[in-house]
């Protein structure tokens, strides 16, 4: 089975919009606030809205996607925090709906309903709901609500810790995810995303966060921004701080996924990252959606490149486009073998 | 001859260190201000405190650093405008007495007077001083005058337009180079100046600003922070967006340099990035000072990843520790040709 950790809902019908920019709208103006949360989209509607993607995992031969709202629909710094909270609510009932008409493609993950100065506990319910009503396996976890702007605390700050201890008590993973940008240096998915994925890693290198979190998990997404390609960098950096080795320091917690568009990088994190620490992911219709004239082949094929690791032998295959996945995922684990595909046997 | 682009004044007399705590103690209570900016710092002083860079130029095989005050020292958002100008002169003028003292060593780049909210035209004095008068060779410009904030507008903005144009008459490049961060979600070395690469590429995919300055040059330091392991994303974007292949949107005027501090990083590089379009540098003394367990060698020896690297022939090697820097920097070339160093004829 291949599992693709890393897709977003990008393909929403234009109903979803629609009360989107009523919903805004009524910030200016309330009497053009949406009247009712029924966005009168049906199940046919939903089905049709991801064949897209369904086309894509049969073409590209991928089986399950885990599928969360679009990232930068998020966008968390928008309006206020019930606008988040309302947003989040449907965004994520959608997703819902999906992974239950075709369970066989689609794992849900959520996103919380973060808003910048809001205390992280604040999306508790919202994630219990997530994963103890709706059979969710994890959810987005924004490290940047403002959007660019970067005025709430680090990652490893104390007012993310009753967050924390519920995803641990729901045991669920983490992938930080930074949202859309609202600071004109910042390209999302060509600056904030990457700006992101480096800065976690480096916080929490600073920080002592798994100490107190033994068993919290963040994948972080795109290939991990730029860490693997300065390892040494963070590396020795831990090293002057006097932090453990990465790998007894993070690499117990912290998974990178594989969306990196171009075989060279792809080589470079098999060679410095734990091959237990790679997860198979692709964004499909996400960041990146071209045809690579160097190659013939879709930027945002991943597959390809990780098939072209010559270096990589079975067992670890299995690891990075499921086993893994399974692992740092336990809620899908069980989905799994509850639905006849138990995990095989690793090391 | 082994040109090494990137080196700071990390080793600066107490002196500098106690003018500037009295100059910022000056802030909060104004009889704590310096009463002189005559710092005492005898020449013999200077020589003493860039021994260990000289001790590591000749136990690794440089010759020449091109030399800049502290990168983190820069502080452009600590104080006013009017405090940026006195420290930013003062850290400029060490850089010149030791490029004078040691002409064979050193080469001078010089920090800006930046300030967040002050336009980029206020730094134009200070530049021509440098250029004009001193005999710099090169600045380092600051993409985030607000030290983690980016409040300020990005580089492809009008707004940097006037120094554009007397970089360009000067004929000087500038290193794109953020300094210290006041922001508790980027540790400085770790995250904000890798950051702040990664996001002035994407800028510069995102602008045109070549067009308008065909002869300006860019240094995007540390390696290029997470372009070239993303190297096929960036590719991708640019597609999306319509511009011109990197290699004519931007490589003419946008160069990297190797402070990447492990051997697969460098390789990935040399793999994806024009040879034509990287320069040696080690940055030493600088972010990464340590000895990597798994090679015996220090992070930021980057001689030896490049002398590793079997794919590179002669003249590549040339370009990479000597023509590439000449090319890019022409008051320096012009300099070592009158100090009876030509440069070698490459194609």
């Known amino acids: ?59 590209r031969g991928s089986d399950l996607t885990i599928f969360s709202p679009r990232a930068a629909g998020m966008a968390h710094h928008v309006g206020t925090e019930a ?12 997703i819902h709906r999906i992974c239950t008409l075709l369970p066989d493609n689609f794992a849900a993950v959520g996103q919380l309903p973060q808003h910048p100065g809001s205390p992280p506990k604040n999306c508790i319910p919202e ?16 490290p940047d609500p403002s ?7 680090p990652l490893t700050d104390r007012q993310w810790y009753p967050l924390y201890e519920k995803l641990c008590e729901l045991d669920v993973p983490a992938m930080i995810h930074v949202t859309s940008s609202c600071n004109p240096n910042f390209h999302h998915t060509g600056a904030h995303y990457i700006n992101g994925d480096t800065t976690a890693f480096m ?30 960098r ?36 098999a060679k410095v990252i734990p091959v237990d620490n790679i997860l198979f992911a692709s964004e499909m219709l996400g960041a990146v959606k071209g045809i690579d004239p160097e190659t013939g082949h879709y930027y945002d094929d991943t597959k390809r490149y990780i098939d072209q690791l010559e270096t990589l032998d079975a067992p670890s295959r299995y690891k990075i486009f499921e086993g893994n ?23």
């Open 1 to 59: 089975m291949i599992i693709d950790i890393h897709g977003h809902y990008t393909t929403e019908p234009q109903a979803l919009h629609q009360f989107r920019d009523k919903q805004l709208a009524g910030l200016a103006d309330p009497m053009r606030r949406p009247t009712s949360t029924d966005l009168g989209i049906t199940d046919d509607m939903l089905r049709q809205s991801v064949e897209p993607q369904l086309k894509l995992q049969r073409e």
């Open 83 to 94: 606008v988040s909270m309302q947003w989040t609510t449907l965004s994520n009932d959608l």
């Open 127 to 142: 994630l219990e709901r997530l994963v103890n009503e709706l059979g969710f396996i994890g959810v987005n976890l924004n």
């Open 147 to 153: 959007g660019g702007y970067w005025t709430d605390p």
């Open 203 to 232: 916080q929490l290198i600073q920080g002592d966060l798994f100490k107190d979190f033994p068993t919290l998990k963040f994948v972080i997404p795109h290939g991990g921004g730029a860490v693997p390609f300065h390892w040494g």
């Open 234 to 269: 963070y590396r020795g950096l831990a090293q002057e701080m006097k932090r453990p080795l990465l790998a007894d320091h993070l690499l117990k917690n912290v998974f990178f996924d594989t969306c990196v568009y171009h075989y060279p990088g792809i080589e470079l994190m």
């Open 325 to 347: 996945a399974r692992r740092v995922y336990p809620r899908l684990d069980a989905q799994l073998t509850k639905r006849g595909h138990p995990a095989k046997p690793v090391n």
